[in-house]
């Protein structure tokens, strides 16, 4: 339901419809009900910790933050890193955290090209999954010659999707 919404929102705010102070009231209304979520989880029983952020440029972290809310749900320790990560502090969270994967968002086309590098570094990484997500990959011709898996429109399909790989990385 929230997807929907704040997309509703955004076509609001783009045509006039909604100030940007509605915008960021709805976006932060969201995100604090993420953060419960979060912090109602159970206590991770699954494999290494899932560094997840958004790409260098992205300040759309709402999908990023719903993704640590399935992922701790589903036993996860997740370390979000939130909106406009530079690949410096990605690369540094997933080395300092012992991260056996990594999801890297994006959310518009402009900012798609920094992000890529940001996967691009972590995939660099011996032993670190690498995945990816976001209407900036949408478009098959966007994912060509993306390193890592893309992870779909679908959180919970894209949990599944990590998951699988995580657990059996030969799939």
């Known amino acids: 339901m929230i997807f929907p919404a704040m997309r ?10 909604c100030d940007v102070e509605h915008e ?8 604090a009900w993420f953060a419960r979520q979060r ?8 494999g290494d910790p899932i560094v997840l952020a958004c790409g260098p440029k992205d300040l759309h972290s709402i999908g990023i933050e719903a993704f640590a ?3 701790g ?8 890193l939130g909106a406009m990560t530079p690949s410096g502090a990605l690369v540094s969270a997933v080395r300092g955290v012992g991260a056996g994967a990594a999801v890297v968002t994006a959310q518009r086309g402009v900012t ?3 992000a890529v590098e940001a996967i691009a570094a972590v995939d660099a990484l011996p032993g670190v999954g690498v995945f990816y997500a976001g209407d900036a990959f949408i478009a098959a011709s966007a994912r060509r010659d993306v390193p890592g898996i893309y992870l779909g429109e679908d959180v919970l399909a894209a949990s599944e999707t990590l998951e699988a790989r995580i657990l059996s990385p030969g799939r």
């Open 69 to 71: 809310v399935i992922l």
């Open 112 to 114: 798609r090209r920094a």
């Open 24 to 31: 960021h009231l709805a976006t932060e209304s969201v995100r």
């Open 8 to 17: 509703e929102v955004g076509t609001r705010w783009k045509t006039g419809r």
């Open 39 to 46: 912090a109602m989880a159970p206590p991770p029983f699954r």
């Open 73 to 80: 749900r589903r036993g996860w320790s997740c370390r979000l």
